[in-house]
């Protein structure tokens, strides 16, 4: 059974007060005891420790903070309990238990400023990998025996045809939303007929191609994250340059080409998907037969739509996958981290993906391909 450290207070002829303290001064037994000292109020002149068993720096703290309180003497303590009290004494700090709270100002403008040095740090940081990529680029173009066929083969199967039943289902989807909410708003100019435009213009320049990058993000730039950080944190990369193998051409290089080459298919094979789905729809709700809605697509829809999307699908898929491996070989520390960098390379890969959407749609206006 654990013994339990105690207290007693005894008074002499004198009105003097000590405190005895008793039973092993631990850690694992001195909680009660800590907390009854702390509600000593009284006048105390001594602190005993002569029927102390054991004491540990708790201990010695405990018992030092009381005669500190109270201005009080410690007697009966033994060497070990001596040289303890003595080095508590000498470490004693009389800091703030919380940190000064500065002025709101100062807070915003240090957080500010710690945002912007972040900002270019990460930026040189995102330089040189990069860099690093174009490095390893131009090696395997003059040495393409050594590119990693098997790994880019297995990601073109991660990345795109496991993706296939998702992102179809997906596409399906939003194309019967695009068609059912675009027919409620034109039937009130009895325009129903411009569904058909109106899905396969959006299916092809912006729905398709851009919700399958949002997905690709979520599934496999986020993959590519955790499974590179995961890598980093077990040593897997610094063993990989111990034995002369370069991550980037190894894990960085066959996950960007898949990535940007399969957005193209994935992107051309949901804008295929949601026409099905507003076709669908429009045969059940608008009364237009499902064969005369894709034979109508191929008149209204003009060929350079879909090579606006053809054009921004490898774009994308390349920000996805940099995003991820560039946020994966940056995990370091702990198991946490891990988290935290496939968090931000989701949240980076759609933000970047939406603003270059925007660029895109202002920059193809422009040329005449609006």
Known sequence: MREWADYR????EQGAVTVALTGPLLVSSIGELDRALRKVDGPVTRVDLSEVTEIDTVGAWVAWRLARDHDAVIVGSSDKAARLIAAVHRSSGQGAVTPPEYPMFERVAATVGGYVLGLFDGVQRFLGFLGA???ALWHLARNPAEFRWKAFVRQLELVGVNALGIIGLMSFLVGIVIAQ????QLEQFGAEIYTI???GRLSFRELG????AIMVAGRSGSAFAAQIGTMKLTEEVDAMRTIGVSPVEALIIPRVLACTLMMVLLGFYAALLSILGGAFISTMTLEIPFW???????????LHDLWVGLIKAPVFGAIVALAGCYQGMQVEGNSEEVGLRTTIAVVQAIFVVIVLDAFFAVFFSEVGWG
Do not use: C, H, K, S
């Open 9 to 12: 207070e005894d008074e002499d």
């Open 209 to 212: 191609v851009l919700m399958t």
């Open 181 to 184: 909410q675009g027919a409620i």
């Open 197 to 199: 435009n109106l899905t």
């Open 133 to 135: 990529m174009l490095v």
């Open 292 to 302: 005369t809605f894709l034979t109508r697509i191929q008149e209204v829809v003009p």
